[in-house]
Every structure is written in structure tokens, then in C-alpha cells.
């Protein structure tokens, strides 16, 4: 979908207005990557967003079946959110369905996630006329304010770093954090994954790519434990708007019983919080249970389905797929 090039004071504001953006919501840099990861064009995807004083303050990007009858976010298990920051009032969403529709003129299905419940209530409020909504649960976000970040762990936790950090010690374990991605971080930072209890990446391309531009834009911290000089913990950060987002975390097995990526946590921690000033952890998407100890609050992240009603096969599917929503909900409270 193309775009009028803005004025100066408008590209000097929209500019400003992106230094706020997780670093993951970039415009066009972050979907140009993931488009080429999973086997887009630039032609094969277009961007939606409302009209605003500030533009380019954010973007969706959308791709959608050759007929187009069904249009999807372009996400997948490396996106951590999607939705503009801050979030986009009623009146800038009613904009997007209006600009959706203009572009696939045949769509009968939007397809978002994932959304956060902040996101999905404003997209709630505004009603867009002659679209239903359905919003299903598919992963968590654990968040933590900075604000006396240690005295609310739990005793438990500060004395297991505590300990583990005095036996690293004792091996003469030493904690590196980057800002600028090196050819030998980066070999550290698979050398590492390889040897993790983690699934086999699909491809380092992404992730390679993802550490250079976070690398370019001053949002990368990269952490790396050695232990006589080798690597067996890393951890990607990206720190953008106040916010550490804790991206990809990774540990030798073969050092598991001392915990060095806990230790390496902590130091992350406290790098963010002393250098950056930032005024929240971000755990991103996950459940894991774990992501408790080091967390205030959790929410739920979601999958939101649009349906046009005007329709029939559409208004039918939705009409089915609330029923059956709400016959889950009553069989779960009973």
C-alpha cells in the first residue's frame, strides 16, 4: 500500500516518535526480515495503518491468500507482539479495516497475533462497523517494574544467585554484555544454543539478522558467561522506550548444576537497570513457569479473528466458531 512521502517536520517527528518503538516493531526493518524468513516477497505483503499527525509512528504488516479472501499478520513464533506502541485508539483501528477493506476489496477474514489485552480491548471498543471479533488465549507475558526490582524477589531466588554466582566465582567464571554484535559473539551465541536444551533454530538467518540491525540501532545487549574462556550461557536483550525485552536465552547442559543462566540473568538485570535506566522487564511470550520468580505481573496474549458479516460464509464461521466459544467457557466454569 503505498504512501505520500511526508513533510520534513513530519518525517523529523515520525523519527522522534520511533525511538519509542520496541525494538521488534520497527518499522519495515523487523517484517523485511521475517518476510525473507518465511519465503515472502516484498510484493507478496502490505502494510496497514491508520492516518496520523505522526506517520510512520506504527505499521502492520499483512499478508494474504492469492485470492484474497483471507488476509494474516505477518508473525509467527518470533514475534513477540504485534500492535502499535503506544496502542492505537478506536477511531485509528475503524481507519485500518477501512484501509483493509479498500486494499482486498473480497476479504472475508483478518487473522492477528499476537495481541495483548490491552490491544484487544481497544480493538473491542471500537466496534468496527460490520466485523465480528474472536479472541482466543495462545500464550502469556510476564512483565516486571524496576522499581525496587530485588526487594521483591523472593529470598529463595536472590540466595540461589547468590550461591550460584560464589561457585562460578571459585571457577573463575566471567560475565561479558555487548552492545555491538562481533563475529565471535556471534559464535558464541550458536556455539552455546547448539549444546542447549533449545529446539534447532529453522535457520540462523533470522536471528543473525536480528543481532545486526539490534546491533546498528544501539537496542542490543548481548550477554555471554565463559567459564575458562568458553561459553556456556548467552542471552539476546533488546532495550528500546525504557523497556528490556528479554528475546532469546540459551545454556550449556553440560552446566546446568550451576546455574550460570540464572547468574547471567541477574547481571543482565542490573546492566539495564544501572546503564539504561529502564523502567521495565519484559519476558515477553511464554509461559514458562519460571518466568514467575523474576516477574511482578502476567498477562494473557492473544490469537484475534475478524470476520466480515456481510458475508454469508464468514458471518457463518463466525457465528459457529462463538458458539463454541461460549459452550467451552460454560463447560470451564462448570
Given at each position: 500500500?503505498?504512501?505520500?512521502?511526508?513533510?520534513?517536520?513530519?518525517?523529523?517527528?515520525?523519527?522522534?516518535?520511533?525511538?519509542?518503538?520496541?525494538?521488534?516493531?520497527?518499522?519495515?526493518?523487523?517484517?523485511?526480515?521475517?518476510?525473507?524468513?518465511?519465503?515472502?516477497?516484498?510484493?507478496?505483503?502490505?502494510?496497514?495503518?491508520?492516518?496520523?499527525?505522526?506517520?510512520?509512528?506504527?505499521?502492520?504488516?499483512?499478508?494474504?491468500?492469492?485470492?484474497?479472501?483471507?488476509?494474516?499478520?505477518?508473525?509467527?513464533?518470533?514475534?513477540?507482539?504485534?500492535?502499535?506502541?503506544?496502542?492505537?485508539?478506536?477511531?485509528?483501528?475503524?481507519?485500518?479495516?477501512?484501509?483493509?477493506?479498500?486494499?482486498?476489496?473480497?476479504?472475508?477474514?483478518?487473522?492477528?497475533?499476537p495481541v495483548s489485552a490491552t490491544?484487544?480491548?481497544l480493538l473491542q471498543d471500537a466496534q468496527i462497523p460490520g466485523w465480528g471479533l474472536l479472541a482466543v488465549p495462545i500464550s502469556q507475558n510476564w512483565q516486571a517494574s524496576t522499581a525496587d526490582y530485588w526487594s521483591k524477589r523472593s529470598s529463595q531466588l536472590r540466595h540461589t544467585i547468590a550461591r550460584k554466582k560464589k561457585k562460578l566465582d571459585?571457577?573463575?567464571?566471567?560475565?561479558?554484555?555487548?552492545?555491538?554484535?562481533?563475529?565471535?559473539?556471534?559464535q558464541h551465541y550458536w556455539q552455546v544454543y547448539q549444546r542447549s536444551w533449545k529446539p534447532a533454530e529453522p535457520t540462523p538467518d533470522f536471528i543473525n539478522q536480528l543481532l545486526q540491525q539490534a546491533s546498528s540501532q544501539g537496542t542490543l545487549r548481548l550477554g555471554v558467561l565463559y567459564i575458562a574462556e568458553q561459553p556456556v550461557a548467552v542471552q539476546c536483550w533488546l532495550v528500546a522506550g525504557g523497556v528490556a525485552a528479554i528475546y532469546k536465552l540459551a545454556q550449556d547442559q553440560q552446566f546446568d548444576a550451576l546455574s550460570p543462566g540464572t547468574v547471567l540473568t541477574a547481571a543482565m538485570a542490573d546492566y539495564v537497570m544501572a546503564q539504561d535506566q529502564v523502567h521495565t522487564l519484559d519476558f515477553l511470550t511464554g509461559d514458562d513457569a519460571y518466568k514467575a520468580q523474576w516477574m511482578d505481573s502476567c498477562s494473557p496474549l492473544y490469537r484475534v479473528t475478524a470476520f466480515r458479516l456481510n458475508n454469508p460464509i464468514a458471518l457463518l464461521q463466525f457465528t459457529v466458531l462463538r458458539l463454541k466459544t461460549r459452550l467451552q467457557q460454560l463447560r470451564s466454569k462448570l
Amino acid at each position: 500500500m503505498a504512501e505520500p512521502e511526508a513533510a520534513p517536520q513530519q518525517q523529523a517527528d515520525a523519527s522522534q516518535a520511533m525511538t519509542s518503538l520496541q525494538p521488534w516493531q520497527q518499522r519495515g526493518l523487523w517484517y523485511q526480515a521475517l518476510a525473507r524468513f518465511v519465503g515472502l516477497a516484498e510484493s507478496d505483503y502490505f502494510y496497514l495503518q491508520a492516518e496520523s499527525d505522526t506517520p510512520g509512528c506504527w505499521q502492520l504488516a499483512l499478508y494474504s491468500d492469492d485470492h484474497g479472501l483471507q488476509a494474516k499478520s505477518l508473525s509467527n513464533y518470533y514475534s513477540c507482539a504485534l500492535g502499535p506502541t503506544p496502542p492505537a485508539p478506536p477511531a485509528q483501528w475503524q481507519q485500518c479495516f477501512q484501509r483493509l477493506t479498500a486494499h482486498l476489496p473480497k476479504c472475508r477474514q483478518l487473522q492477528l497475533e499476537p495481541v495483548s489485552a490491552t490491544e484487544l480491548s481497544l480493538l473491542q471498543d471500537a466496534q468496527i462497523p460490520g466485523w465480528g471479533l474472536l479472541a482466543v488465549p495462545i500464550s502469556q507475558n510476564w512483565q516486571a517494574s524496576t522499581a525496587d526490582y530485588w526487594s521483591k524477589r523472593s529470598s529463595q531466588l536472590r540466595h540461589t544467585i547468590a550461591r550460584k554466582k560464589k561457585k562460578l566465582d571459585q571457577l573463575g567464571a566471567t560475565i561479558s554484555i555487548s552492545t555491538v554484535i562481533s563475529e565471535p559473539l556471534q559464535q558464541h551465541y550458536w556455539q552455546v544454543y547448539q549444546r542447549s536444551w533449545k529446539p534447532a533454530e529453522p535457520t540462523p538467518d533470522f536471528i543473525n539478522q536480528l543481532l545486526q540491525q539490534a546491533s546498528s540501532q544501539g537496542t542490543l545487549r548481548l550477554g555471554v558467561l565463559y567459564i575458562a574462556e568458553q561459553p556456556v550461557a548467552v542471552q539476546c536483550w533488546l532495550v528500546a522506550g525504557g523497556v528490556a525485552a528479554i528475546y532469546k536465552l540459551a545454556q550449556d547442559q553440560q552446566f546446568d548444576a550451576l546455574s550460570p543462566g540464572t547468574v547471567l540473568t541477574a547481571a543482565m538485570a542490573d546492566y539495564v537497570m544501572a546503564q539504561d535506566q529502564v523502567h521495565t522487564l519484559d519476558f515477553l511470550t511464554g509461559d514458562d513457569a519460571y518466568k514467575a520468580q523474576w516477574m511482578d505481573s502476567c498477562s494473557p496474549l492473544y490469537r484475534v479473528t475478524a470476520f466480515r458479516l456481510n458475508n454469508p460464509i464468514a458471518l457463518l464461521q463466525f457465528t459457529v466458531l462463538r458458539l463454541k466459544t461460549r459452550l467451552q467457557q460454560l463447560r470451564s466454569k462448570l
